[in-house]
């Protein structure tokens, strides 16, 4: 049976991750395991509602189902999540294994930071006479970084210069907050240390990039190193000087540890990894060349990833507009589906995109609300492609994780990513063997833009309808229900618009004035006007029932005769009329009574040049009526 393991952590370390699956995918060749990796993009800086909708895909998997739990420490620096998933994996029974953070009851994976850190100072002092430091921490509860600082802190102090540390700034790891720093630290005129040691290559990295903007020159007026000797620092100039973790070693020493346990042997409770210091132009110091091969190499590459990354934002930009231009829910889910059967080739033959059931429906009811912790137990497949085969069915059970999920197929990795809008959770996407869609941040980007374009959609959709309901109110009789004067004005004026371009029309308007309103208010009180109001004008929709009805004033309706009440006009002026009570002006007047008076003209073309030249012609119609019905002598 193929083992499944569980992996845990953010994705923005994508360098160092990459190494360390890429070690732990190597070491479990032998096996038959399956890797898991659950991930999303969470700041510090977020609110509390982004965190949340990202890191609920940490409680998608129930861990009952798996051999064991891995949690790559170095990207996952949130103690809560990290206490939460240890928990977990203790009450499910199975190993949980830590790089970067020790907790207990888990197996520990780490580096030996504090060796390489104090030979980083040792380099920095005895080579090139650095006196002053100024150390850029990550936050104030990562083992990594206080561990680093420590070494810095014990190596100054056993010499004797405890006071050559002179700041450590925690960035919690944001390159914004580095920019900030030494903005101001320059603008305050404040004189430079000797040497940055910053607790990453990322935070060095930005350290040159602000120091050079404020006229400081690295290495001339001050040195700046690292932590991880990921490719990125390599290439960059200057090369930064930088601690090697050696991720790819921690991943295979990990998956080493997996192959022990899984074949019931015992093991040792943790694993150090040397660690070593790397010299490189940010300190001064000659790279040997090897910077420029990477340079080199990575410049020829520019080529390929950037026709790669100008189809990916097209690919993204027709995802955009296929979801924005979809009018319903069922349109967006059948036309988002149709594109990605289409052309996967970004996707690949094996990825899934799995909707909260009641995504669509939060679309009409804002009483329905996404705002949740983990996911329904069965879930709406969107689109759902294993091996190059879609899943049949439209529904799916949440805890089997993947549609068509193959347990004899040879060994995977699948990403498992959060679709959400703050806390709303609309489901979650899966990537199938993507270490270099990580490395390049395409999964964040394709992720977080899927996110947006969903939470747009769902709110341009609900304020259309709130909209529509909206126009609706506004353009209804509360009274009787039909349309009122103001949807009226609007008909009146698309008719106009087709008169105006010569199109070839068929209607008419027929007239309706109630008799006897005012003598039924004043025998029988308003409410009884109101009732008789009712009446009347149930009785014209039911005679004009294919045509709109509007009710135009107190006692005057309107409606435009088209199609079948057009053809039969004469035919309906007689059985409404033959439906009329018998014309009366004395008191009481009947529960039943409804009296009156119509009148019905049809467009003429070579006539009419406007709506209301036909309009004329049925008010003057409704009141020869209305004379008829009162025994009124008519005057023509």
């Known amino acids: 049976m193929k083992k499944k393991i569980a992996v845990f952590t953010t994705g923005w370390c994508c360098e160092i991750l990459t190494q360390f699956l890429t070690g732990l995918k190597e070491s479990l060749r032998s096996e038959k395991a399956d890797l898991f990796l659950f991930t999303g993009y969470p700041t510090y800086v977020d609110s509390a509602a982004n965190k949340k909708g990202e890191m609920n895909i940490f409680r998608l998997p129930d861990l009952k189902d798996f051999d064991g739990t891995v949690i790559f420490g170095s990207g996952l620096d949130f103690k809560e999540e990290v206490d939460r998933i240890v928990k977990k994996s203790n009450e499910a029974g199975i190993p949980v294994i830590l790089q970067g953070v020790r907790r207990e009851g888990a197996y520990y994976i780490g580096s030996d ?8 100072c040792s380099h920095l002092s005895d080579v090139h006479g650095v006196k002053t430091i100024i150390f850029m921490a990550g936050t104030d509860d990562s083992m990594d ?7 810095v802190k014990d190596y100054l102090e056993e010499n004797g210069r405890s006071g050559d540390l002179i700041d450590v700034y925690y960035s919690k790891w944001e390159n914004a907050a580095i920019t900030r720093y030494f903005n101001a630290y320059c603008s305050e005129g404040k004189p430079l240390p000797d040497a940055i040691i910053c607790a990453n290559d990322g935070l060095a990295m930005e350290t040159c990039i602000t120091l050079e903007k404020n006229n400081v020159d690295v290495p001339g007026q001050v040195l700046v190193t690292g932590y991880d000797h990921i490719d990125n620092s390599r290439i960059f100039y200057p090369s930064i000087a930088s601690v090697d973790q050696c991720f790819i070693q921690m991943g295979e020493a990990c998956g080493d540890m997996w192959k022990k346990l899984f074949a019931g042997e015992t093991v040792s409770e943790e694993v150090i990894i040397p660690c070593k210091f790397i010299p490189a132009e940010s300190c001064k110091c000659d790279d040997k060349g090897y910077c420029d091969d990477l340079r080199r190499r990575m410049g020829r590459e520019m080529f390929s990833k950037r026709a790669e990354n100008t189809y990916f934002n097209r690919k993204l930009n027709l995802i955009d507009s296929t979801v924005l231009s979809s009018i319903t829910f069922s349109e967006f889910s059948v036309r988002l589906h149709d594109l990605l059967l289409l052309d996967h080739s970004f996707e690949g033959d094996s ?3 799995l909707l909260e059931p009641n995504f669509g429906l939060s679309i009409n009811d804002p009483n329905i609300t996404l705002d ?4 329904s137990s069965n879930m709406d497949v969107l689109y759902s492609m294993e091996n190059g085969t879609e899943y049949a069915s439209p529904r799916f059970p949440s805890s089997s994780l993947i549609p068509g999920y193959d347990p004899e197929d040879e060994n995977r990795l699948y990403a498992f990513l959060a679709l ?3 806390s709303d959770a609309f489901g979650y996407v899966v990537f199938r063997d993507c270490l270099d869609k990580i490395l390049n941040h395409l999964l964040q980007t394709y992720q977080s833009r899927l996110g947006l374009v969903f939470d747009k959609f769902r709110h341009a959709l609900s ?8 126009v609706d109110i506004m353009k209804r009789d509360p009274l009787t229900n039909v349309s009122n004067r103001r949807a009226y ?3 009146e004026l698309f008719l106009q618009s087709q008169i105006n371009s010569d199109a070839n029309i068929n209607f008419a308007i027929a007239m309706f004035d109630i008799n006897n309103l005012k003598l039924v208010n004043d025998s029988k009180g308003h409410e009884a006007g109101d009732e008789y109001i009712v009446r009347a004008c149930r009785l014209i929709c039911n005679v004009f029932k294919h045509s709109p009805v509007y009710r135009v004033g107190g006692d ?5 005769l088209t199609g079948n009440d057009y053809i039969n006009r004469f035919d309906l002026f007689d059985e409404i009329t033959s439906k009329l009570s018998p014309y009366t002006n004395a008191a009481p007047i009947p529960d039943d009574y409804i009296s009156i008076a119509v009148g019905i003209a049809e467009y003429i073309p070579t006539k009419d040049r406007s709506v209301q030249s036909t309009v004329k012609r049925a008010d003057e119609k409704m009141y020869r009526h209305k004379a008829e019905i009162k025994g009124l002598e008519i005057n023509e």
């Open 463 to 470: 304020l259309d309808l709130i909209n529509k309901r909206l």
């Open 372 to 375: 949740k912790e983990g996911y």
């Open 556 to 560: 005057e309706f309107i409606a435009v």
């Open 351 to 353: 990825f899934h995109v």
């Open 113 to 120: 930071n504090y060796v390489a850190t104090r030979d980083m």
């Open 489 to 491: 004005e609007d008909k």
């Open 145 to 151: 970084s206080n561990l680093r600082l420590k070494a």
């Open 420 to 422: 959400h809008e703050g």
